[in-house]
């Protein structure tokens, strides 16, 4: 059992590329919560431009850390549902359930919506208290880092249930990896032809062992030509959100096309909106994820129908520091860290 007012090692962001290791309060747990022991927690592009200092909504001292999975360590007495020793995935996303865009099915964007991590300390961390009512129990023997991705794999199923429709053609922009994400669940929905869009060779080339066809930006034009249908394309997913993706995706989706904005590289970006509107072109902004998209990204993670190989890796909670600097300075050869906080050091008895 773990002591009252005992201590552990967590992350901590201070400011612009300031994040250190260092001792902290256990969580202590209140109603509804349950107490997780991270075994595998991601390291998200928007925690990149957090540690960078370009996140609006992250206020130091933070323990950031919002895709994980880990081991139920301890529930508050009131917790039904879950038990100690189960292992889970969390979705930090937490919704107040009385609000009207709660009532619409649509927590995503609650009024008073919260995210673990972000208002509350999050997982980069040995611990984590959570809601109980936010985890999805999953097998034992799932592959803990893998189960890491429900959170993002969410966000992309969200963006893909948003524009893209079974058997058409797609367009992807960005190999990071919310757009490998995308790529995998629009392949799992039944799309078509997939077009992958970015300005690294390295990354297209995890796109391609993924199913893709892949163009640099300057080639995207022609690959549309020559690698799509010729009915060319009704939507595009923006997985990057900057001035250059935006407008190139206007220029080239089908009039009465959609552009599933994920991406929330740039605040501002000058487009062509008289061509949005001659063209009717919708632009869907596209953030985090339903309840249902979550537990349809644990159902494909669990059923072995994403792929984390070759493009992602993992780190130790001492090594985390560096890779934040490794994947902010262009370093880092994998597109997704993964921390594993406890080493896969045996569970406290
Ligand atoms: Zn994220
Ligand atoms: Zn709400």
Redesign the pocket.
């Known amino acids: 059992m773990i002591e009252r007012g005992a201590a552990m090692k967590a992350l901590v962001y201070y400011g612009p590329k300031q994040i250190t290791l260092e001792q902290y309060d256990m969580p202590e747990l209140k109603q509804g919560e349950a107490l997780i022991r991270i075994e595998a927690v991601g390291i ?1 592009g ?1 925690e990149l431009e957090g540690y960078l200092g370009h996140s609006s909504v992250r206020t130091p001292p933070l323990v950031m850390g ?2 994980f999975c880990g081991g139920i360590e301890r529930i508050a007495p009131d917790v039904t549902g879950v038990q100690t020793g189960d292992k889970g995935i969390v979705n930090p996303l937490i919704s107040c359930g009385a609000c009207d865009r709660c009532a619409a099915g649509r927590p995503n964007i609650c009024r008073n919506r919260q995210i673990i991590g972000i208002h509350r300390p999050g997982a980069f961390a040995e611990y984590a208290a959570v809601p109980a009512a936010n985890i999805y129990r999953v097998p034992n023997e799932l592959d803990s880092d893998l189960a890491s991705l429900a ?2 794999l969410a966000v992309c199923i969200h963006a893909v249930k948003l524009g893209l429709r079974p058997f058409e053609d797609a367009v992807i922009y960005g190999a990071g990896p919310i757009g490998l994400l995308t790529l995998q669940a629009a392949r799992q929905m039944g799309a078509g032809r997939i077009l992958v869009v970015d300005r690294q060779q390295e990354r297209l080339a995890f796109a391609r062992q993924l199913g893709a066809e892949t163009a640099l930006p300057e080639q995207a034009e022609e690959a549309f030509d020559s690698l799509l249908s010729a009915r060319g394309v009704d939507t595009i997913i923006d997985c990057v959100g900057v001035q250059a993706t935006r407008e190139q995706a206007i220029q080239l989706v089908n009039p009465g096309g959609s552009i599933v904005i994920v991406g929330l590289g740039q605040d501002q970006s000058t487009l062509s909106m008289n061509h949005v509107v001659r063209r009717e072109i919708s632009l869907i902004g596209s953030y985090t994820y339903t309840n249902a998209d979550f537990e349809q990204a644990v159902y494909l993670l669990t059923n072995g129908c994403i792929s984390k190989e070759s493009w992602s890796t993992t780190c130790s909670l001492d090594e985390a520091p560096d890779a934040f600097a490794a994947l902010t300075d262009g370093t880092a050869k994998f597109s997704k860290i993964i921390i594993n906080p406890n080493g896969g050091r045996p569970t406290h008895g």
């Open positions: 998200c928007s919002h895709e959170e993002p």
